[in-house]
């Protein structure tokens, strides 16, 4: 089993920036693909962008030019560093790991609220 345990979140202005981190615990030799979505109050879960052990990318094309993913497998650890925050980035961010049997392990998320 693979645990996640998202943090960083919090209240930022319009304009302003926030890290994000997301640290995997357990079986962390079976993932693979580790990556961001978020959930908007009355709105579906949307991707944000994910990252494989190899370091592939892969955004939301609404997202890619403020938002930036990393990983450091050294530490079992992905990191979302967003820029340029709107208001409607507003939303809780949960941190997925896809482990090598394609199974989906969530966090609990973290709050990220971007308002004046």
């Known amino acids: 089993q693979v645990q996640l345990v998202e943090s960083g979140g919090g209240w930022v202005q319009p304009g302003g920036s926030l890290r994000l981190s997301c640290k995997a615990t357990?079986?962390?030799?079976?993932?693979?693909?580790m990556g961001w979505y978020r959930q908007a109050p009355g709105k579906e879960r949307e991707l944000v962008a994910t990252?494989?052990?190899?370091?592939?990318?892969d955004y939301s094309d609404s997202l890619k030019d403020r938002f930036a993913i990393s990983r450091d497998n050294s530490i079992e650890t992905v990191y979302l560093q967003m820029t340029s925050l709107k208001p409607e980035d507003t939303a809780v961010y949960y941190c997925?790991?896809?482990?090598?049997?394609?199974?989906?392990?969530w966090g609990q998320g973290t709050q990220v609220t971007v308002s004046p």
């Open positions: 357990g079986s962390v030799f079976a993932i693979n693909r």
């Open positions: 997925k790991a896809v482990d090598f049997f394609r199974r989906d392990h």
């Open positions: 990252i494989t052990a190899a370091g592939n990318t």
